[in-house]
């Protein structure tokens, strides 16, 4: 029972970095309508900067965590402005293929500057665990915990409740529409990438916290876990970005200690293909019917 | 015989009752007009009839048989072609490949005659391009048979979504705003166009159109939506001195 | 005017006949170089062993192209459905004590088999999906087929297998290559072809001329995934040892990067390219380390110049030379 409940709260707090990732993707699916694939490896971007930031140059931990997101931000509106606004009007094939295109760019980009050698970075977070019984709960667990609790929290009201909120959901229903009645199209799309990238990024500081390696493809499988995530819970829903999120952490820890270590990845991309197969539009999202 | 009967035809998205209640019953060899203002189903009523939404209410029976409920590639195999508002062409094959791609079902070689490009392959092929030729010839579209379908112009594009609807050998043909776009000359001239089809092809059409003069310039009957339920129905004189289209044409006075 | 047609047509058919010899010429003379560069003096011992896997990348890339480029959906498990030939060839050659050859012929069919049988299995329950959803579920199927092998014991787990005969030489490469082009070459011209073009198209309007797209849509997957089964059997029997991880996404990417650089839809591209992204990592041992570097720029650029603004202006501009002008476009048809 205490194995079990120990591999939950794993599963939970690896879930709740899936949720972050995943909220970015919803969010750049929802308005963009394509598959980030660099969005995992704006994470490993995230934790290369923070490395830099804090080990190399020796910044106070809270400057690295603010710089690391800062640098994410604007990395993602970069890569939004040069690599997909062009494509816009392009088959979604062109589109998906930049991106995966993108994604390659920044890991091998890292892996000219930092080697492919894993590199160890102790965690920047200082909390001391607590004790429940018999269960130990990490201080990293917590943080990670509390984090991503805020940022799902703030984002909702954000996307609900703000002027450039409705403007985003105006844009993600009909973009033409949206921009006759004045919305800046462009500015909206950018704003979602630079809040989706700076989530990669806080997503990515909980993460090298967790496992304290870092290597240029690290970002790559949470990636596409928290993809996996977002369709999980229906795309383009932000509290279902959360759910599938924290649900998948939870199946793949409990897989990994109760199944396999090497079947855990399986599982996970098992659940996708059955998500898609039995309700495409996942737990939380809308049904849509394509317009002819 | 009706060749086509539609009894209490309907579809809900979501709340929204987009199609309700439509009856639509054509001869064989009619020229049948369906008309309305913007968003009043008539598209929706084309989608439902080649199974591209299923109906959630009503029946389809085309030749006495129900198409409700199966595919759009079944749809057109029973019999019912169309073409699109928003053109639908094999944008970057040519225009011979757009029309016998549409000869799909009638020239089937094996996919091991495919693969071998054996005789029954050549002999198809063959048989095939010279149909899609003759096909083109009709539109006047056969000097551009090795152009790209995305270079043509935008009248030719829409009589080439003729021609490959015609292709799979209909029974009923569906236009769906086959003016749309056009100036008055390209229109009469379609106006002919259509005429002959019907002749040459012994098609029976549905035709939607805003287009009121090619309306009741050709067809026979016309249906009258409005809000996805019927309006009006009858000959074109009928329909059109109705008080009620024109109110729902015209706004109230 | 009919007759102007008919005499088209007989030109046409000439056309094809002389098309065809100079196929078949092509063919053996392609051969004769082959194996004057394999033996000869012409090429370094590091070279002459580029030979096999350059084939198996244009089996490879041909066949991921008819994916990609002809039916437009872009498959990211490419590599699983060669990983299952490149296993099933080897248990088959490893538990079987044929005469070489024949051993190794009964491999190659049956991986192409087992690999097709997958690459149908896949393309059934996903033929719902199309596009991004589609490239997805592709990049799982290979994730899944890598870490179901991986745990397997008579795959030999993480390790792999050694120990597999080393069959494959370029006699056998050039053979199966030749069949892989002709055979691809065969069906993306025939119905079947118009068939998954015109559903990259538009497969709304596919689907109403009577085309079965998902029927469509697993036979082309089926297809692919039973060239690369083959390409999976002659990568096992060259070096002779297999793992898991050869077979992993960045393998998968490695041939969409080919295919794209050689142009969607256009198989002499896709072999142009096969090759030259097998030598030049060789050839310029410094881009070794940028190899990644180098693929991330294919796949961006190669996307980029087919945005609309900027491939009308490339068409504009009349001082550039052709082939540039053709990068990055649509081609049709062409072998």
Redo the contacts between chains.
């Keep these: 029972m205490v194995r079990f409940l120990e591999q939950f709260i794993n599963g939970l707090s690896v879930g709740s970095v899936y949720a972050l990732i995943a909220l970015g993707y919803t969010m750049v699916?929802g308005i963009a309508?394509?598959?980030n694939f660099a969005h995992g490896d704006i994470i490993m971007v995230g934790a290369y900067v923070l490395y830099v930031c804090k080990s190399i140059i020796g910044l106070p931990s809270i400057v690295s965590v603010i710089v690391t997101i800062v640098f994410c931000s604007l990395l993602g509106i970069t890569i939004e402005k040069i690599?997909y606004k062009?494509?816009r009007?392009?088959?979604?094939?062109?589109?998906?293929?930049?991106a995966?295109?993108?994604?390659?760019?920044l890991?091998?980009?890292s892996?000219?500057i930092f080697g492919a050698n894993p590199i160890t970075f102790p965690s920047v977070i200082k909390v001391s665990p607590i004790y429940i019984g018999s269960i130990t709960i990490s201080g990293i667990t917590i943080i990670t915990f509390v984090v991503t609790f805020i940022c799902m929290i703030g984002l909702t009201y954000f996307v609900n409740n703000t002027k450039a909120g409705s403007a985003m959901r105006a844009a993600s229903e009909d973009k033409p529409a949206a921009e006759l009645m004045g919305i800046n199209v462009n500015r909206t799309i950018s704003m979602v990438f630079a809040i989706g990238s700076a989530l990669a990024g806080v997503a990515g500081f909980l993460y090298i916290s967790q496992y304290q390696s870092l290597m240029p493809t690290l970002g790559?499988l949470p990636g596409?876990k928290a993809?996996?995530a977002a369709?999980l819970g229906g795309i383009g829903s932000i509290p279902g970005a959360m759910l599938g999120g924290i649900m998948l952490g939870v199946i793949e820890s409990l897989s990994k200690a109760y199944i396999?270590t090497?079947?855990?990845?399986?599982i996970v991309?098992?659940i996708?293909?059955i998500v898609?197969?039995v309700k495409?539009s996942g737990l939380l999202g809308k049904n849509s019917?394509e317009k002819? | 015989m009706a060749l086509l009967e539609v009894k209490n035809l309907g579809i809900n998205f979501g709340g929204l009752r987009a199609v309700d209640g439509v009856n639509l019953t054509i001869e064989e060899g009619q020229l049948y007009g369906l008309i309305g203002p913007n968003g009043a189903g008539k598209t929706t009523v084309f989608n439902l009839l080649t199974g591209v939404y299923k109906p959630t209410s009503g029946t389809i029976r085309l030749d006495n048989e129900s198409i409700v409920g199966k595919s759009s590639s079944q749809i057109c195999q029973t019999g019912i072609a169309r073409t699109f508002q928003n053109i639908r062409l094999f944008n970057n094959m040519t225009v011979l490949e757009n029309v016998k791609a549409a000869f799909h079902n009638e020239f089937k070689y094996s996919l091991l005659a495919s693969l071998l490009h054996s005789k029954s392959f050549s002999s198809g092929e063959k048989e095939m391009d010279k149909r899609a030729l003759d096909l083109l010839k009709v539109f006047g579209l056969d000097i551009y048979a090795d152009e790209y379908a995305c270079n043509l112009s935008y009248g030719a594009q829409r009589k080439l979504e003729i021609a490959r609807a015609l292709a799979t050998n209909p029974k009923l043909l569906l236009l769906d705003e086959p003016a749309a776009g056009m100036n008055p000359q390209e229109t009469s001239e379609l106006m002919d166009t259509i005429r002959l089809i019907r002749e040459r092809f012994h098609v029976t059409i549905l035709l939607i159109e805003h287009d009121m003069k090619l309306v009741s310039g050709i067809c026979e009957e016309i249906l009258v939506l409005n809000f996805g339920t019927e309006l009006a129905k009858g000959t074109p004189d009928e329909v059109l001195n109705n008080p009620e289209v024109i109110t729902a044409y015209l706004g109230e006075e | 005017m009919e007759k102007k047609a008919s005499n088209n047509m007989n030109l046409k058919n000439n056309k094809n006949f002389n098309k065809k010899i100079i196929a078949v010429v092509g063919i053996v003379v392609g051969y004769i170089l082959i194996s004057l560069l394999a033996n000869g003096d012409l090429l370094s011992r590091q070279f002459k062993s580029l030979i096999v896997p350059a084939g198996i990348n244009i089996i490879l890339a041909v066949s991921l192209n008819l994916t990609v480029g002809f039916l437009g959906e872009l498959s990211l498990g490419h590599a699983g459905f060669m990983s299952i030939g490149a296993y099933t060839a080897a248990l088959f050659t490893l538990n079987m004590n044929l005469p070489g050859p024949l051993e190794f012929m009964i491999a190659i069919v049956l991986a192409g088999l087992i690999a097709g049988l997958f690459g149908y299995l896949i393309g059934v329950p996903v033929l719902r999906l199309r596009g991004d959803y589609l490239a997805i579920v592709t990049l799982a199927f290979g994730e899944i087929i890598r870490s179901l092998i991986n745990s397997f014991k008579f795959t030999g787990g993480a390790i792999g297998l050694s120990k597999i005969p080393r069959y494959s030489n370029y006699t056998w490469v050039y053979v199966l290559v030749i069949l892989t082009i002709l055979l691809s070459y065969n069906f993306v011209t025939s119905r079947y072809g118009r068939a998954i073009k015109s559903i990259r198209e538009n497969y709304i309007a596919a689907e109403t001329i009577g085309i079965k797209v998902s029927r469509y849509k697993t036979l082309t997957f089926a297809i692919a995934a039973f060239f690369a089964g083959v390409a999976g059997a002659l990568y096992s029997h060259n070096f002779g040892i297999l793992r898991p991880s050869d077979f992993d996404y960045n393998k998968s990417i490695e041939i969409l990067v080919i295919v794209v650089l050689g142009g969607m839809g256009s198989i002499r591209g896709s072999v142009i390219a096969a090759i030259l992204l097998t030598i030049l990592p060789e050839a310029l041992r410094a881009v070794n380390e940028f190899r990644m570097l180098l693929y991330a720029i294919v796949l961006i650029i190669m996307m980029l110049l087919r945005s609309p603004d900027l491939r009308a202006k490339i068409e504009e501009n009349e001082k550039l030379p052709k082939f540039i002008k053709n990068f990055g476009k649509i081609k049709e048809g062409g072998i």
């Design positions: 699916y309508r394509m598959i690599a062009p494509l009007k392009a088959p979604s094939l062109a589109v998906l293929i930049t995966i295109g993108m994604s390659f760019l890991q091998a980009l892996l000219l790559a596409i993809f996996v369709v396999s090497q079947l855990a990845d399986a991309f098992g996708l293909v898609l197969i495409p019917i002819v």
